[in-house]
């Protein structure tokens, strides 16, 4: 079945690099996504990675697969105080665009 | 990237009332689904939104509950039906791109049962 599980908070220095982390269950998962949810507010697409590739990297993120594990990181450099918010993984399975499965969240505080 | 709009954006009800959300998304996708997000927990998938035929309800939601309306590829309805307080939530629609892998999600709208 489908599982996926994150850390509950990360607490952080700014300035500092962040490292969320993600486990999932179903090796079939062909895409992992991470969003961004601040307080009131909806969902933010962040980056996604396809099954068959180890990293990816967009500005300040950066996306390492390790398929063998099921771990996924999301790592963010230059953390700021904006980036202060509720990081979900979720994985999808079969075609692209399909229904996803999230983890449970991890709520990230930076610290001036 | 898609921009998608949800009515109402927050709503308060009364035990036992029905309360139906719009989605609109500004372009034709095929894949559209409705996700619940309970206070303080993750998002959970109620259903996806088939146009021209029934919605498919994941474990736990029937269409009894959770009727969902698809008419065409830019809109959908999700109805919560005989509302409870445990029915307090945030409901969100989201859609995946056909040509791409991205899906985005709509603002939510917070509804409370009181």
């Known amino acids: 079945g489908e599982d996926v599980e994150q850390s509950l908070f990360l607490s952080v220095r700014e300035g500092d690099s962040s490292v969320i982390n993600c486990t999932y269950t179903?090796?079939?998962?062909?895409?992992l996504y991470w969003y961004k949810q601040e307080p009131g507010a909806g969902l933010q697409l962040l980056t996604y990675?396809?099954?068959?590739?180890d990293m990816k990297q967009d500005q300040r993120l950066t996306v390492l697969l390790n398929k063998k594990d099921k771990h996924l990181s999301l790592r963010i450099a230059d953390t700021q105080t904006g980036d202060s918010a509720i990081y979900f993984c979720?994985?999808?399975?079969?075609?692209?665009?399909?229904?996803?499965?999230f983890g449970g969240g991890t709520r990230v505080l930076v610290k001036p | 990237s898609a921009v998608i709009s949800q009515k109402p954006s927050r709503d308060i009800c009364q035990r036992g009332t029905s309360l139906t959300i719009q989605c609109q998304v500004d372009?034709?996708?095929?894949?559209m689904f409705w996700y619940r997000q309970q206070p303080g927990q993750s998002l959970t998938l109620i259903a996806t939104?088939?146009?021209?035929?029934?919605?498919?309800?994941e474990s736990g939601f029937v269409i009894d509950k959770f009727p969902i309306s698809r008419p065409n590829l830019t809109f959908s309805t999700l109805t919560v039906s005989n509302m409870s307080p445990e029915d307090s939530s945030i409901y969100l629609c989201s859609v995946g791109l056909d040509r791409g892998y991205e899906q985005y999600f709509g603002p939510g709208t917070r509804l409370t049962v009181t």
């Open positions: 939104a088939n146009q021209g035929s029934e919605a498919t309800y």
């Open positions: 979720a994985e999808s399975i079969g075609a692209a665009g399909n229904k996803l499965t």
């Open positions: 990675i396809f099954s068959n590739m």
């Open positions: 179903d090796s079939s998962s062909t895409y």
């Open positions: 372009s034709q996708v095929t894949m």
